[in-house]
């Protein structure tokens, strides 16, 4: 069957299926609130790294919010 796009949340339940994962124990990168809002609904934290194109989005629904994917790399290697 197909999935229904963003912001619904099958791609995620769908990619947690076959991965075998917990969504609850799951963390999703989204650049746009439509993905934020996805993953949300399928139960994952969500950490936005808006780009140029996303950067005026409302990503409030996003449990952390990041610059660029180096800052989300630092926070991996730092903790921080």
């Known amino acids: 069957g197909s999935l229904k796009p963003k912001p619904a949340p099958d ?3 769908r990619a947690a299926a076959e991965l075998g994962a917990n969504p609850a124990e ?3 990168l989204e650049d746009s609130s ?3 809002r996805a993953a949300r609904a399928a139960g994952l934290t969500v950490w936005a790294v ?3 194109y996303t950067r005026m989005q409302d990503f409030s629904a996003a449990h952390a919010v990041y610059p660029n994917l ?4 630092e926070f991996f290697q730092n903790g921080k």
């Open 11 to 13: 791609v995620y339940l």
């Open 26 to 28: 799951t963390v999703a």
């Open 34 to 36: 439509s993905g934020v």
């Open 50 to 52: 808006p780009n140029d």
């Open 70 to 73: 180096t800052a989300v790399r």
